[in-house]
């Protein structure tokens, strides 16, 4: 008689990708969490300002958030949330940005949750004033990563994917889901028949 062993028990491992939208710069940063521990798998910035429309920067942007979905297969996405300003047109320019990445995400279902930029400089750094390098600094020590300065659009992003993994344990579970405040994904889900 042969015994076959158990397998062990296999962690889930979750995979994050946290986007800080630009018109000029966009920034992306994936982290992997298993049994709590955040690894970075990428970071980086899509490089906007050399497209000369805005139809194209938004064409480019989404088909790198696509690319980047399709690649690391994130379970989450999670976006900064929109600031409101003084400058009318920017803040147009800002959600359409906003607007092609979440696009990106939902065309291959991925559920995307949205934080306040005071929010995730609080979670990542204890201050909800804090500077770039300050966030970027904190995001260099948890995910013990020497993480290049001149890239605060990534560091923001990846700023945005640990946010968003400190948060997510604490959201309320509506039948055996969880459901997030702000969720694109959970909008979507609860509200099937106002989507065309």
Request: charged share 20%; aromatic share 8%; proline share 5%.
């Amino acid at each position: 008689m042969i015994i076959t062993p158990k397998p062990a028990n296999v962690l889930p491992e979750k995979i994050i990708l946290g986007v800080d939208p630009g018109t000029q710069i966009a920034g992306y940063g994936i982290i992997s969490v298993k049994a709590g521990v955040m690894t970075m798998i990428q970071y980086g910035v899509v490089q906007l300002s050399k497209y000369s429309t805005y139809q194209l920067k938004l064409q480019k942007l989404y088909e790198t958030i696509l690319r980047l979905v399709d690649e690391y297969h994130p379970d989450e996405m999670a976006i900064e949330d929109p600031f409101f300003g003084k400058n009318v047109q920017a803040m147009l320019k800002l959600g359409r940005a906003q607007g092609v990445v979440m696009a990106a995400a939902l065309s291959r279902n991925i559920p995307i949750v949205e934080y306040a930029p005071r929010r995730i400089k609080q979670s990542v750094t204890g201050n909800g004033n804090a500077t770039k390098e300050q966030v970027s600094q904190m995001v260099s020590h948890l995910l013990r990563e020497s993480l290049d300065p001149k890239f605060f659009d990534a560091t923001d992003a990846l700023a945005i994917a640990v946010c968003h993994h400190f948060h997510e344990n604490a959201l309320p579970k509506v039948s055996g889901k969880k459901t997030k405040k702000g969720a694109w994904g959970g909008f979507v889900s609860e509200n099937s028949d106002r989507i065309l």
